[in-house]
């Protein structure tokens, strides 16, 4: 396998789903497109990916994503207007967004889970090795991981999936995985890996979280691949079939990481990514403590 490995340097990102648990703010806009501060949850996302060297990303939408790529897209009035005002910084912000990779859209034409919309993905990919990125959640940019993560795909051509310690009581929220620590630090090899599994089930407290990065031939496992929990077909099997066939790689993930997948993650995020920016942190952080002092 690692003979067929090239430089990964493309991506892939679902971003087909509802947004239920965001309703009514999702009913006329995409949840990718909710604001995390002063930029869309997605944006988040594109970045961490182009941070690690990916130049290719396909997005895999469903109808009434539009806005996914005119965020992504030139907008040469908007420029214009802008430069006139004397707008520098916003002009280059703007301006970087449709510079930042080769986008492409793929429609996801039933919700048939994780695995069916990577696998939709297959036509714009083809055979390379590619990493693949969920938009619930992302990691902080002063944590770069997902170099580390092509790294070792690049070295290996084994899939390598990112895993972070958690709870036991919350190991029902994941994919959990069977893990051997190897001679690298913070790296495992995965022998098995459970969707969702109960407490008692649950092979370790290492949670699969949403960064993949893949061998090409996953789509032709993915394609065999049967429905499995909630009637869906799971990544997560895909990548037991592969690791039934030779192990596959973890990398622990210690670092600062934002849940948005929900409400409560959602004002987290906002909140600690505030106050981690010089022009907004110290004045937000002195009313917030304010704040909560009178709330006491």
Known sequence: MTDRV?????????AAGYGTRFLPATKAQPKEMIPVVDRPAIQYV?????????????????????????????????ER??????????????RRLGELAQFS??????????GHAVLCAAPAVGEESFAVL????????????????IDLHERTGRAVIALMEVPEDQVHLYGCAAATPTDEDGVFELT???????????????????????????FDVLAKTEKGRGGEI???DALRTLAQREPIYGIRFDGRRYDVG???????????????????????????????????
């Open 234 to 236: 799971q990544l997560t």
């Open 81 to 94: 207007v802008l430069v006139e005002k004397g707008k520098t910084e916003l002009y280059d912000e703007i």
């Open 134 to 149: 969920l938009g619930d959640d992302f990691l902080d940019e002063r944590d770069p991981f997902l170099h580390r993560m």
């Open 46 to 78: 594109v970045d961490e990916a182009v941070g690690a060297g990916i130049d290719d990303i396909t997005m895999i939408v469903s109808s009434g994503k539009e806005s996914l790529a005119d965020h992504f897209d030139r907008m040469l009035e908007l």
């Open 6 to 14: 090239t430089r990964v340097h493309k991506a892939v990102i679902p």
């Open 192 to 218: 098995d890996l459970i969707e969702k599994p109960s407490r008692e089930e649950a092979p370790s407290n290492l949670a699969v979280i949403g960064r993949y990065v893949l061998p090409g031939e996953i």
């Open 105 to 114: 859209y793929v429609r996801q034409p039933e919700q048939l889970g994780l």
């Open 262 to 296: 929900d409400k409560q993650g959602y004002l987290q995020a906002t909140v600690q990514l505030a106050l981690a920016r010089d022009d907004l942190g110290p004045a937000f952080k002195r009313w917030l403590v304010e704040y909560v002092a009178g709330l006491e």
